[in-house]
């Protein structure tokens, strides 16, 4: 019998396995994606409410951001209070548009670059949405989302007891089936996270 281990390390070493250069705010990395950071600051945003109408522009203060990129395709997108340390870091909804419960962002007809790192600048040159469900982005506004976006409108700081805690970085990055915070046993926010 051969363990799959050993073949596995039989394979790699004919692989050349090099990531190459990472973009300058890298988390971590995996087969085909990159998990990047982006620290917390005013972001310009356009809003479609209205087909065929101009978007609403808004200056939005965010928490930092984790993009988990792989070339051309849509992110996911996470927020932080403050950069991850370790694969423990807890992880929060990004208190955004055009992002699905589990982080995947929807691009719309927005094509993403093949360099990753350009993608957290091209999500956010993209039109945002309020048709999808965007509940749970916000503790002060867990079903309307708009609101939220209004009251920070050309403010320079995001609240960070707002945002509403999904997981551990190990949980978005590893597998893409988050455990939620909820069904996670003996789960608890402390202030380092």
């Known amino acids: 019998m051969v363990a799959a281990r050993d073949v596995a390390m039989a394979l790699l070493g004919e692989t050349n396995l090099i990531s190459g250069l990472l973009p300058r705010d890298t988390l971590c990395w995996g087969p085909g994606q990159v998990a990047l950071w982006e620290e917390p600051r005013v972001w310009p945003v356009a809003l479609m409410t209205e087909p065929f109408k101009p978007p609403h522009r808004l200056k939005l203060p965010l928490p ?43 691009p719309g007809t927005h094509e993403y670059p093949q360099n990753l790192a350009e993608i957290p600048k091209s999500f956010f040159v993209s039109f945002f949405s309020p048709a999808a469900d965007n509940t749970n982005r916000s503790t002060k506004y867990p079903k309307d989302l ?11 700081k995001y609240p960070m007891d707002d945002l509403v805690p999904l997981c551990r970085l190990e949980d978005i990055f590893g597998s893409r089936k988050s455990k939620l915070i909820t069904g996670v046993p003996n789960f608890n926010l402390n202030e380092e996270d």
Request: hydrophobic share 35%; proline share 9%.
């Open 146 to 156: 708009m609101k939220l976006w209004e009251e920070l409108d050309g403010k320079t």
């Open 64 to 106: 930092g951001l984790i993009f988990v990129c792989q070339p051309g395709q849509p992110p996911y997108v996470y927020a932080a209070k403050r950069r991850p340390k370790d694969m423990q870091a807890i992880i929060y909804n990004a208190p955004m548009f055009n992002i699905y419960h589990d982080g995947r962002s929807c």
